[in-house]
Every structure is written in structure tokens, then in C-alpha cells.
């Protein structure tokens, strides 16, 4: 599915462009924790070459605060170690894969 959003240009024009149910979800729970600076969501295919690409997201808030990050990493050790191993598994099979 997808939904409509907007931004703004420095010259206050409306920019409209579409975004998938992902990133309007990933947007809104990042969004609780502060204001969002940017936000970087890529596609899991790419459509132009035909092919699965590394999911990943990333974002800025305009104020950030140091008592989230502490509380992600303190309160939910589960999803650290989890995404701590995720990254090990990325590093393993590139380390594996042939280089052209």
C-alpha cells in the first residue's frame, strides 16, 4: 500500500511523493521519540535492475536526545544482541563472497 506525503523545499513549496506502509510505520515509531531531521528508507527491490537489495534503515532527529538512546540500549538488550548478530552474519557471508 502505498500513501501520499508531503515535504517542503526551502522556498516553502510542496513536495508530493509517495511512500509504502513500511516507511510511513518505521517514520511514525521513530517519530515518537522526537522530531525527525530526515529519514532513509529504501526499497527491498529494485525495480530498475531487477534485484533484492541489503534492507537498511536510516534517520536524524533535529534534537537529539542521549536518555532514548540509553533506554533502547539498556531496557531492550534482547534486540541489541539480536541486531549485534544480525550485523556479524552481513560480515561473514562478505567476507565469503567472491569479488568480480
Same mark, same amino acid.
Given at each position: 500500500?502505498?500513501?501520499?506525503? /508531503? ?13 509504502? &506502509?513500511? &516507511? ?18 529504501? @526499497?527491498?527491490?529494485?525495480?530498475? /535492475? ?11 532527529? &533535529? ?10 540500549? @539498556? ?26
Amino acid at each position: 500500500m502505498q500513501h501520499r506525503a /508531503y515535504s517542503y523545499r526551502a522556498d516553502g513549496d510542496q513536495i508530493g511523493r509517495f511512500m509504502s &506502509t513500511r &516507511t510511513v510505520d518505521a517514520m511514525k515509531a521513530l517519530s515518537r521519540f522526537g522530531e525527525l531531521a530526515w529519514f532513509k528508507l529504501p @526499497t527491498e527491490y529494485n525495480d530498475e /535492475y531487477g534485484y533484492h537489495q541489503v534492507a537498511y534503515m536510516g534517520w536524524r532527529y &533535529t534534537a537529539p536526545r542521549e536518555s532514548v538512546v540509553h533506554s533502547v540500549n @539498556t531496557r531492550d538488550q534482547e534486540f541489541c544482541i539480536a541486531s549485534i548478530s544480525d550485523l556479524a552474519l552481513i560480515v561473514q557471508h562478505l567476507q565469503r563472497v567472491p569479488v568480480p
